[in-house]
């Protein structure tokens, strides 16, 4: 069965500075990954996905991750933080053509950015 | 991007009473629905993957006789809480699958029971 960690519950950063919400992975096979974000009372918008070739995927809103084979880990980061950045951030999962598996999520990581 | 709507975005239920929270998906048809209940300040937790047609398969420890799911059309899912107990209140979010990978969400139902 495949796992996701967020080792982190909280990360805080000031603003203009660089940002990391570390991801790590358990899947059967290669994985499908994904980082959304929750602002409070909103559901989950999408911001990046690995699904194969260039292990640094760009995505919304200046974010960007890198997928890690070796240490199965898909770091989401930033390189100067907003302080609309401060929400929930997941990490999930999925195994490749896995039919109808859904995404199995990290616990998310709470992002404040300080100005 | 695809477009997931939930109604209602809010609900208040007296104990006891049923609440229906719609799925659809906008601009594509879904075969596959997820529902997803969020704890406060917790992670997402599967509850149920719809198929269209067909019966949901429900996560264990989740009652499918409390939760009841409809996946009539490509493009509707609907989730009934039945009989609905102060400990239903959560955050409800659905999800949409189009192709092979991709999962869209709903922008969540806050249900409150009192």
């Known amino acids: 069965a495949q796992s996701v960690a967020q080792p982190e519950d909280q990360v805080n950063v000031a603003e203009g500075n660089p940002l990391t919400v570390k991801c790590t992975y358990s899947?059967?096979?290669?994985?499908?990954l994904f980082w959304y974000v929750q602002y409070p009372n909103r559901g989950l918008q999408f911001l990046l996905k690995?699904?194969?070739?260039?292990?640094l995927v760009k995505g919304s809103y200046g974010f960007e991750a890198e997928f890690n084979k070796s240490q199965t880990s898909f770091h989401l980061k930033k390189p100067s933080a907003l302080v609309s950045d401060s929400a929930l951030y997941f990490c999930?999962?999925?195994?490749?053509?896995?039919?109808?598996?859904?995404?199995?999520f990290g616990k998310g990581t709470r992002l404040s950015v300080i100005a | 991007g695809a477009v997931v709507s939930q109604h209602p975005s809010r609900v208040i239920c007296k104990s006891g009473t049923s609440v229906k929270i719609e799925c659809r998906s906008l601009?594509?048809?879904?075969?596959?629905m997820f529902w997803y209940r969020q704890f406060p300040k917790k992670s997402l937790m599967l509850m149920a993957t719809?198929?269209?047609?067909?019966?949901?398969?429900?996560e264990q420890g989740v009652e499918k006789d409390k939760f009841l799911i409809n996946h009539a059309s490509l493009t509707l899912s609907t989730l009934t809480v039945t009989s609905a107990h102060p400990e239903d209140s959560s955050f409800y979010i659905c999800?949409?699958?189009?192709?092979?990978?991709?999962?869209?969400f709903g922008p969540g139902t806050r249900l409150t029971v009192t």
């Open positions: 999800s949409a699958k189009q192709g092979d990978y991709e999962q869209y």
């Open positions: 899947v059967s096979g290669n994985p499908y």
């Open positions: 690995y699904i194969t070739g260039d292990n």
């Open positions: 999930a999962v999925r195994p490749w053509n896995s039919g109808n598996t859904p995404l199995v």
């Open positions: 601009d594509f048809q879904a075969t596959t």
């Open positions: 719809s198929n269209e047609g067909s019966k949901a398969t429900y």
